[in-house]
């Protein structure tokens, strides 16, 4: 079945550090993909998504594309602050359902 | 605008017992879908209702079952409660019956069994 495989954390940064999570995914075809992020205390938050293959998603200064290629969708920031603290869960979707496949989650940290 | 409201935020239940869950939609959303989070990892889909049934099912056993009432609203119910329901259930609103539309997250209901 689907999967989504997500880099372990937790992951523990400086403030304006580059930032990398790596996703990567099972599927027979190419679903849409989407990162969420999760504060402590709080449900999910669509942070970015990309439909199709080459699409590059971006939002508060995360990036991430679609390379089907590799079937990769890596978060990448070049700077990363204090508040981007949170869990960051890599997900995908059928465009005919509307039930996500969620990755594990990463933790990440930045410290000031 | 609400968002996806969920109530209650925090639940304690022992072992056998049965909880009810509740979830009032987006305005505007018809659609609604459960999640379980176990702590520590993604959350996993539960079951999907639109036009008060289910219609997509995830892999969780028929202790787990719903409902949907005509103003969208929506309700968990999980029966003989174990050890391993401990969880943050979500749920997530969305309007039609055709994917690719986006999906609102509740902030959740964390759910303890003791």
């Known amino acids: 079945g689907d999967s989504v495989t997500q880099m372990e954390g937790p992951v523990t940064l400086s403030e304006e550090a580059f930032l990398t999570i790596n996703c990567t995914y099972t599927?027979?075809?190419?679903?849409?993909l989407f990162w969420y992020v999760q504060y402590p205390g709080e449900g999910l938050q669509l942070l970015l998504k990309?439909?199709?293959?080459?699409d590059k998603g971006s939002n508060k200064g995360f990036e991430a594309t679609y390379r089907k290629e590799t079937t990769s969708f890596h978060l990448e920031k070049g700077s990363v602050q204090v508040s981007d603290s949170a869990v960051y869960f890599c997900?995908?979707?059928?465009?005919?359902?509307?039930?996500?496949?969620f990755g594990p989650g990463t933790r990440l940290s930045v410290l000031p | 605008d609400a968002g996806v409201t969920q109530s209650p935020t925090h639940l304690i239940k022992t072992r056998g017992q049965q909880v009810t869950l509740r979830c009032s939609p987006k305005?505007?959303?018809?659609?609604v879908s459960w999640y379980q989070q176990a702590l520590g990892q993604g959350p996993q889909f539960i079951f999907q209702?639109?036009?008060?049934?289910?219609?997509q099912r995830g892999n969780f056993p028929d202790r787990f079952s719903g409902h949907q009432f005509p103003n969208y609203s929506s309700e968990l119910n999980v029966n003989a409660l174990l050890l391993g329901d401990s969880a943050l259930y979500l749920c997530?609103?969305?309007?039609?019956?055709?994917?690719?539309?986006?999906?609102?997250f509740g902030d959740g209901t964390r759910l303890s069994i003791l």
């Open positions: 305005s505007g959303h018809d659609t």
């Open positions: 990309a439909t199709k293959a080459d």
């Open positions: 599927a027979t075809g190419y679903p849409s």
């Open positions: 209702y639109y036009e008060e049934e289910e219609r």
């Open positions: 997900a995908l979707r059928w465009n005919y359902g509307q039930n996500f496949v």
């Open positions: 997530a609103s969305s309007l039609g019956g055709q994917g690719g539309q986006p999906q609102h």
